[in-house]
């Protein structure tokens, strides 16, 4: 993209051109911690109504929570947080995002206008004041002209949504998604304003990844925190306390298969891509929003869990945990994929494993649902383990 002609005393944009890339700031992991206390929201909601209703309100929640993170991180990707007056906007972002975060638990009730008030508001007033900020550089100019003209549509939606009740509001919130989501993939085209391309997105990938990587590492913790203070509030034996366990190898083990084995290779190769917009836009954006769906649902299946370890796994525990794994398996896979342009034999056998252990769940208790999945995640990461160990050894013989 076309770097403004501004002094650059005087310029907000991120001075590039330097080995590696620039470290993700205090400001941008402050701004996160509202979001993943979104995670930590639609997860109790998702409790709360469990249900098909439930899970449909809590996925369009889900994907406009994850809309505006992205969108927003890509504006700090190319701004300089240590401007004052960026930081400034951003504590500004920040508070509405917490106050879009507290509304999620009863957005499709009576919170509905303050949901889509502190969203269009964060959508449209970022893009306003990049407009601003990137002023004497028209391509970024013109760029972002367009993708402020679709979130103005799907603004009317969000707010018409807000404003409706019941069947209406869901509808309304979905246009308002369709336009938003439809955007980047037609370049946010505009009729006299033209058509964007994924060079005009050019991020700092190093950045990016890092950003993302950041991000999941605080939801687990998050998710970690949470399920800790459960048990605290429960009764302690062996069934409960093994099922925290459970929990937490689980979270371990799906931590362990992304940054041991995906999210570096992914920074290297977004890093020196040579169109790191269209990495970012697929890789970054689309696919890792499974990885947000796992830690929403994987927050609902420990909190069953832990609630009922024993007895037979009925199938709201079935399909949490059987899920929340085929989920974190198809994100990874698809991750993989669209960084190295390779299937991995490890998580198709995943998938295999998940389907002989989907009849035989309902016979086995909730406790040992959860321990059979996360041995199939063990399995995985042992065979990956097993292949990098080989290949290293072959590079040195």
């Known amino acids: 993209m076309t770097r403004p002609n501004l002094d650059q005393s ?3 944009l991120r001075i590039r051109g330097g080995e590696g890339h620039h470290k993700v700031s205090f400001v941008e992991l402050f701004f996160d911690l509202v979001f993943v206390f979104a995670i930590t929201q639609l997860s109790h909601g998702l409790i709360a109504h469990f249900s098909l209703l439930g899970a449909v309100e809590t996925l369009m929640l889900m994907l406009t929570v994850w809309w505006v993170w992205i969108f927003t991180s890509r504006v700090i ?22 106050l ?67 069947g209406a509001r869901i509808a309304l919130w979905a246009l308002a998604l369709v336009v938003e989501y439809l955007g980047p993939s037609l370049y946010f085209w505009v009729p006299g304003l033209g058509r964007s391309t994924t060079v005009d997105w050019d991020v700092e990938g190093g950045h990016m990844a890092e950003r993302g990587a950041l991000f999941i590492i605080i939801a687990l913790g998050e998710s970690i925190l949470v399920t800790g203070a459960t048990l605290t509030e429960l009764e302690w034996n062996v069934s409960s306390v093994a099922a925290f366990l459970v929990s937490l190898v689980g979270s371990i083990v799906m931590s362990w298969l992304y940054f041991d084995t995906t999210a570096e290779a992914a920074s ?25 769906a796992v830690m929403i649902v994987a927050a609902v299946a420990d909190e069953f869990v832990l609630h009922h370890p024993d007895g037979r796994a009925d199938d709201m525990i079935t399909v949490t945990v059987l899920g929340n794994t085929a989920l974190f398996l198809i994100g990874i ?6 960084i190295t342009e390779r299937w991995h034999r490890s998580h198709l056998l995943g ?43 072959l590079l040195h013989e």
């Open 10 to 12: 005087r310029s907000l």
């Open 77 to 98: 990707n190319w701004l300089d947080p240590e401007k004052r007056v960026v930081r400034c906007a951003w504590l500004v972002m920040m508070l509405l995002g917490l």
């Open 100 to 166: 879009l975060s507290s509304s999620l638990p009863k957005a499709f009730e009576s919170r509905g206008l303050v949901f889509t008030a502190a969203y269009v508001l964060m959508q449209e007033g970022r893009t306003v004041f990049f407009l601003w900020a990137v002023r004497g550089s028209p391509g970024m100019v013109l760029s972002f002209q367009r993708i402020l003209v679709w979130l103005a549509v799907s603004g009317g939606f969000w707010l018409a949504g807000g404003m409706a009740e019941g």
């Open 268 to 292: 290297h190769i977004i890093a020196s891509s040579d169109d790191p917009g269209r990495l970012a836009r697929l890789a970054f954006t689309n696919i890792r929003l499974f990885m947000v």
């Open 333 to 338: 896979l698809l991750f993989k994929w669209a």
């Open 351 to 393: 998938f295999v494993l998940l389907g002989l252990l989907l009849p035989l769940a309902c016979h086995l208790s909730p406790v040992l649902v959860s321990f059979s999945a996360t041995l199939v995640l063990i399995g995985m990461v042992a065979w990956e383990q097993g292949i990098t160990a080989t290949t290293h050894k």
